[in-house]
């Protein structure tokens, strides 16, 4: 596991999907037929551990990840459940982070399609050392052919009431330098997760950067918040 310093200047069961296509695709060729597209989605699948979830119950969720490509999971609790579920996906493979959080601890995760996406390199915790965020973000880097993008997953705190949880909310444009900084020339970087907001909040000061998810549309169970979302740059990444 490797861990990247912040370059700071100081859904419980739903998910999240989207179809990118890139803009550079015309010159990038896939291993076996050409990949243009895949399908990324984001789910917060809360307490997902080992010991809350029977088999059936993660034969719903496996088959739930086996409709897309590519799969940013917020709040496991442990790798064993993670391993129970890439079980049920032949085929398919995972990164995790090492648990993170000053609280309740947590593991990131991306479970991928291997017959056409591989993983470069491992996957990186974005070090915290002000401790601004509860939980640091967590990003790995796919390839597709000779396309290769970034994944940004975060999971924000929710707090006690907006005022707490915006504080981490206004440095997500410092977390995506930091990204833009581990990634060099690297311009395709997805932001999805958790962030206990929705995308039209004050707190937002992401320029250039681009929700797909707005009101009136909501992403918890029983219809109750716009919180989990997916964040491109136009210029370089496109979505239908």
């Known amino acids: 596991m490797k861990y990247v310093n912040f370059k ?13 296509t890139f803009l550079d695709c015309e010159q990038k060729t896939a291993v076996g037929p050409k990949v243009t597209r895949i399908k990324i989605a984001s789910w917060n699948i809360r307490k997902l ?5 029977d088999d059936y119950e993660l034969g719903k969720i496996a088959n739930m990840i086996s409709k897309f490509d590519i799969v940013a999971i917020q709040e496991a609790l442990d790798t064993k459940v993670l391993d129970r579920i890439l079980a049920k996906l032949p085929g398919w493979k995972y990164t995790a982070s090492n648990p993170v959080g000053q609280i309740q601890k947590e593991i990131y995760a991306y479970l991928w399609n291997d017959s056409f996406i ?25 390839k597709v052919g000779k396309f290769d993008f970034t994944l940004c997953t975060i999971h924000l705190i929710y707090g006690e009431n907006e005022i707490e949880r915006r504080k981490e909310l206004v440095f997500m ?15 395709d970087i997805i932001l999805l997760g958790d962030f206990n907001f929705p995308p039209d909040d004050e707190g937002w000061q992401l320029s250039g950067w681009t929700a797909l998810f707005h009101p009136p549309e ?13 964040w491109i740059n136009p210029e370089y990444t496109v979505e239908y």
């Open 8 to 20: 700071f200047i100081t859904a419980l069961f739903l998910i999240l999907a989207i179809i990118i």
């Open 49 to 53: 551990s080992n010991s809350s979830r």
């Open 218 to 230: 909501k992403t918890t169970i029983g219809d109750k918040s716009l919180y989990d979302n997916i």
């Open 118 to 142: 591989s993983q470069i390199g491992c996957g990186v915790i974005i070090r915290d050392p002000d401790n601004l965020f509860i939980k640091e973000p967590y990003l790995a880097t796919f």
């Open 173 to 187: 444009d410092e977390v995506l330098e930091s990204v833009q900084v581990v990634n060099g020339m690297e311009r």
